[in-house]
Protein backbone atom coordinates (compact mmCIF):
# COMPACT_ATOMS: atom_id res chain seq x y z
CA UNK A 1 0.00 0.00 0.00
CA UNK A 2 0.49 3.55 -0.07
CA UNK A 3 0.58 5.68 3.60
CA UNK A 4 0.58 9.42 4.03
CA UNK A 5 0.59 10.18 7.76
CA UNK A 6 -0.32 13.60 8.90
CA UNK A 7 0.45 14.98 12.11
CA UNK A 8 -1.34 16.67 14.48
CA UNK A 9 -5.00 15.92 13.21
CA UNK A 10 -5.98 18.18 15.90
CA UNK A 11 -4.83 21.52 16.74
CA UNK A 12 -5.90 24.40 18.54
CA UNK A 13 -3.27 27.41 19.36
CA UNK A 14 -3.30 31.15 20.23
CA UNK A 15 -3.54 33.58 17.77
CA UNK A 16 0.07 35.12 16.90
CA UNK A 17 1.85 31.71 17.15
CA UNK A 18 3.33 29.26 14.99
CA UNK A 19 1.46 25.76 13.81
CA UNK A 20 4.03 23.04 12.51
CA UNK A 21 2.38 19.88 10.45
CA UNK A 22 4.17 17.06 9.21
CA UNK A 23 3.28 15.10 6.45
CA UNK A 24 5.04 11.91 5.99
CA UNK A 25 5.09 9.27 3.35
CA UNK A 26 5.49 5.76 5.54
CA UNK A 27 6.12 3.46 2.78
CA UNK A 28 7.40 4.88 -0.20
CA UNK A 29 10.02 7.79 -1.32
CA UNK A 30 7.69 11.05 -2.61
CA UNK A 31 9.39 12.79 -4.90
CA UNK A 32 6.14 15.52 -4.63
CA UNK A 33 3.90 16.70 -1.85
CA UNK A 34 1.18 18.94 -2.23
CA UNK A 35 -0.72 20.97 0.29
CA UNK A 36 -4.59 21.74 0.79
CA UNK A 37 -6.98 23.53 2.19
CA UNK A 38 -10.62 22.71 2.69
CA UNK A 39 -13.39 24.49 4.11
CA UNK A 40 -16.26 22.84 5.08
CA UNK A 41 -18.61 20.89 2.19
CA UNK A 42 -15.95 22.58 0.16
CA UNK A 43 -14.06 20.65 -2.36
CA UNK A 44 -10.08 20.98 -1.88
CA UNK A 45 -8.15 24.33 -2.71
CA UNK A 46 -4.61 23.41 -3.68
CA UNK A 47 -2.18 25.54 -1.67
CA UNK A 48 1.37 24.49 -2.84
CA UNK A 49 3.43 22.30 -4.38
CA UNK A 50 6.67 21.11 -2.84
CA UNK A 51 9.33 19.01 -4.84
CA UNK A 52 11.81 17.26 -2.64
CA UNK A 53 15.21 19.77 -2.22
CA UNK A 54 13.22 22.42 -3.82
CA UNK A 55 11.51 25.62 -2.89
CA UNK A 56 7.91 24.90 -2.94
CA UNK A 57 5.55 26.22 -5.57
CA UNK A 58 2.79 28.38 -4.12
CA UNK A 59 -0.53 29.23 -5.95
CA UNK A 60 -1.79 31.83 -6.10
CA UNK A 61 -3.04 34.26 -3.30
CA UNK A 62 -1.44 31.99 -0.69
CA UNK A 63 1.10 33.87 1.29
CA UNK A 64 4.75 32.21 1.02
CA UNK A 65 5.73 34.03 3.94
CA UNK A 66 2.77 33.19 5.62
CA UNK A 67 2.33 29.39 4.91
CA UNK A 68 6.09 27.89 5.00
CA UNK A 69 6.55 25.13 3.36
CA UNK A 70 9.58 22.86 3.80
CA UNK A 71 10.37 19.40 1.89
CA UNK A 72 13.37 18.37 3.34
CA UNK A 73 13.54 14.84 2.40
CA UNK A 74 11.98 12.51 0.35
CA UNK A 75 9.33 11.53 3.04
CA UNK A 76 8.59 14.86 4.86
CA UNK A 77 7.19 17.45 4.18
CA UNK A 78 5.93 20.40 6.61
CA UNK A 79 3.62 23.06 6.27
CA UNK A 80 4.08 26.13 9.29
CA UNK A 81 1.30 28.35 9.77
CA UNK A 82 3.19 31.30 11.19
CA UNK A 83 1.43 34.04 13.60
CA UNK A 84 -2.00 32.41 12.80
CA UNK A 85 -5.32 34.45 12.95
CA UNK A 86 -8.84 32.48 13.29
CA UNK A 87 -9.56 33.12 9.94
CA UNK A 88 -6.49 30.44 9.01
CA UNK A 89 -8.89 28.11 10.95
CA UNK A 90 -9.18 25.30 8.33
CA UNK A 91 -9.05 21.49 7.80
CA UNK A 92 -5.60 21.39 5.98
CA UNK A 93 -4.55 18.01 4.13
CA UNK A 94 -1.49 16.91 2.57
CA UNK A 95 -0.81 14.52 -0.55
CA UNK A 96 2.19 12.78 -1.51
CA UNK A 97 3.01 10.98 -4.54
CA UNK A 98 5.78 8.71 -6.11
CA UNK A 99 6.61 10.83 -9.22
CA UNK A 100 4.78 12.23 -11.80
CA UNK A 101 1.96 10.75 -13.68
CA UNK A 102 1.45 8.84 -10.31
CA UNK A 103 -1.50 8.85 -8.57
CA UNK A 104 -1.87 11.16 -5.12
CA UNK A 105 -2.51 9.66 -1.31
CA UNK A 106 -3.80 11.65 1.21
CA UNK A 107 -2.73 12.00 4.50
CA UNK A 108 -5.59 12.42 7.22
CA UNK A 109 -5.76 15.95 7.55
CA UNK A 110 -5.05 18.61 10.30
CA UNK A 111 -7.99 20.26 11.88
CA UNK A 112 -6.32 23.76 12.95
CA UNK A 113 -8.28 26.07 15.11
CA UNK A 114 -7.25 29.24 16.72
CA UNK A 115 -8.38 31.19 19.09
CA UNK B 1 -16.42 27.77 -16.49
CA UNK B 2 -14.60 25.57 -14.07
CA UNK B 3 -12.16 22.93 -15.74
CA UNK B 4 -13.99 19.97 -13.94
CA UNK B 5 -17.48 20.34 -12.83
CA UNK B 6 -19.38 17.63 -10.89
CA UNK B 7 -22.99 18.02 -8.53
CA UNK B 8 -22.47 18.53 -5.39
CA UNK B 9 -25.53 16.12 -4.57
CA UNK B 10 -26.93 15.20 -2.22
CA UNK B 11 -27.55 12.09 -3.95
CA UNK B 12 -29.82 9.44 -2.06
CA UNK B 13 -29.91 6.23 -3.02
CA UNK B 14 -31.21 2.72 -0.95
CA UNK B 15 -28.90 0.43 0.09
CA UNK B 16 -28.34 -2.34 -2.80
CA UNK B 17 -28.63 0.54 -5.60
CA UNK B 18 -26.45 0.91 -8.43
CA UNK B 19 -24.94 4.54 -7.74
CA UNK B 20 -23.55 6.35 -10.74
CA UNK B 21 -21.50 9.43 -10.06
CA UNK B 22 -19.99 11.94 -12.86
CA UNK B 23 -17.18 14.48 -13.54
CA UNK B 24 -17.12 16.16 -16.81
CA UNK B 25 -14.48 18.53 -17.70
CA UNK B 26 -13.21 21.27 -20.39
CA UNK B 27 -9.53 21.13 -20.63
CA UNK B 28 -8.38 18.21 -23.13
CA UNK B 29 -5.20 17.75 -21.89
CA UNK B 30 -6.28 16.16 -18.75
CA UNK B 31 -4.60 12.75 -18.94
CA UNK B 32 -5.20 10.84 -15.91
CA UNK B 33 -8.24 10.58 -13.77
CA UNK B 34 -8.83 9.82 -10.33
CA UNK B 35 -11.95 8.80 -7.42
CA UNK B 36 -11.66 9.43 -4.19
CA UNK B 37 -13.83 9.02 -1.61
CA UNK B 38 -13.74 11.63 1.54
CA UNK B 39 -15.72 10.41 4.90
CA UNK B 40 -16.28 13.53 7.16
CA UNK B 41 -12.87 15.04 8.78
CA UNK B 42 -10.69 12.74 7.14
CA UNK B 43 -8.46 13.00 4.40
CA UNK B 44 -9.67 11.51 0.55
CA UNK B 45 -9.00 8.03 0.13
CA UNK B 46 -7.70 6.85 -3.29
CA UNK B 47 -10.37 4.58 -5.02
CA UNK B 48 -9.48 3.99 -8.44
CA UNK B 49 -6.76 5.65 -10.91
CA UNK B 50 -6.99 5.55 -14.46
CA UNK B 51 -5.27 6.63 -17.81
CA UNK B 52 -6.86 5.63 -20.65
CA UNK B 53 -10.55 5.85 -22.28
CA UNK B 54 -12.36 2.83 -21.05
CA UNK B 55 -13.56 1.02 -18.25
CA UNK B 56 -11.51 -0.32 -15.11
CA UNK B 57 -12.96 -2.41 -12.26
CA UNK B 58 -12.09 -3.11 -8.72
CA UNK B 59 -14.38 -4.86 -7.15
CA UNK B 60 -17.58 -2.94 -6.67
CA UNK B 61 -16.25 -0.03 -8.26
CA UNK B 62 -16.16 0.75 -11.71
CA UNK B 63 -14.47 3.96 -13.13
CA UNK B 64 -14.96 4.95 -17.03
CA UNK B 65 -13.44 7.42 -18.90
CA UNK B 66 -14.62 8.78 -22.07
CA UNK B 67 -12.26 11.52 -23.41
CA UNK B 68 -14.22 12.07 -26.61
CA UNK B 69 -16.99 13.31 -24.62
CA UNK B 70 -14.71 14.68 -21.51
CA UNK B 71 -16.40 13.05 -19.14
CA UNK B 72 -15.90 10.27 -16.77
CA UNK B 73 -17.97 8.12 -14.11
CA UNK B 74 -17.93 6.32 -11.36
CA UNK B 75 -20.10 3.34 -10.91
CA UNK B 76 -20.90 1.30 -7.33
CA UNK B 77 -22.45 -1.96 -7.56
CA UNK B 78 -24.57 -2.91 -4.99
CA UNK B 79 -24.21 0.33 -2.48
CA UNK B 80 -23.90 -0.05 1.23
CA UNK B 81 -24.42 2.47 3.80
CA UNK B 82 -20.64 2.58 5.00
CA UNK B 83 -20.04 4.26 1.28
CA UNK B 84 -22.38 7.20 2.34
CA UNK B 85 -19.34 9.81 1.98
CA UNK B 86 -18.30 12.14 -0.58
CA UNK B 87 -16.40 11.49 -3.79
CA UNK B 88 -14.38 13.51 -5.61
CA UNK B 89 -12.92 13.15 -9.18
CA UNK B 90 -9.82 14.33 -9.88
CA UNK B 91 -7.54 14.66 -13.06
CA UNK B 92 -4.03 16.08 -13.96
CA UNK B 93 -2.40 17.43 -16.92
CA UNK B 94 1.31 18.81 -17.47
CA UNK B 95 0.97 22.34 -16.28
CA UNK B 96 3.38 25.01 -17.94
CA UNK B 97 6.52 23.97 -15.90
CA UNK B 98 5.72 20.37 -16.85
CA UNK B 99 4.59 19.07 -13.23
CA UNK B 100 1.36 17.28 -13.36
CA UNK B 101 -0.97 19.06 -10.96
CA UNK B 102 -4.11 17.49 -10.11
CA UNK B 103 -7.22 19.33 -10.55
CA UNK B 104 -10.15 18.53 -8.01
CA UNK B 105 -13.72 18.56 -8.83
CA UNK B 106 -15.97 19.55 -5.56
CA UNK B 107 -16.95 16.28 -4.75
CA UNK B 108 -20.57 14.47 -4.61
CA UNK B 109 -22.17 13.77 -1.43
CA UNK B 110 -23.80 10.64 -1.23
CA UNK B 111 -25.76 9.28 1.15
CA UNK B 112 -26.92 5.40 1.10
CA UNK B 113 -29.93 4.64 3.17
CA UNK B 114 -30.75 1.37 4.75
Known amino acids: GAVVSQHPSRVICKSGTSVKIECRSL??????MFWYRQFPKKSLMLMAT?????????EQGVEKDKFLINHASLTLSTLTVTSAHPEDSSFYIC???????????FGQGTRLTVV | QKEVEQDPGPLSVPEGAIVSLNCTYS??????FMWYRQYSRKGPELLMYTYSSGNKEDGRFTAQVDKSSKYISLFIRDSQPSDSATYLC??????????????FGRGTSLIVHP
Open chain 2, 90 to 103: AMSAPSTGGSYIPT
Open chain 1, 95 to 105: SARRQERTEAF
Open chain 1, 50 to 58: SNEGSKATY
Open chain 1, 27 to 32: DFQATT
Open chain 2, 27 to 32: NSAFQY
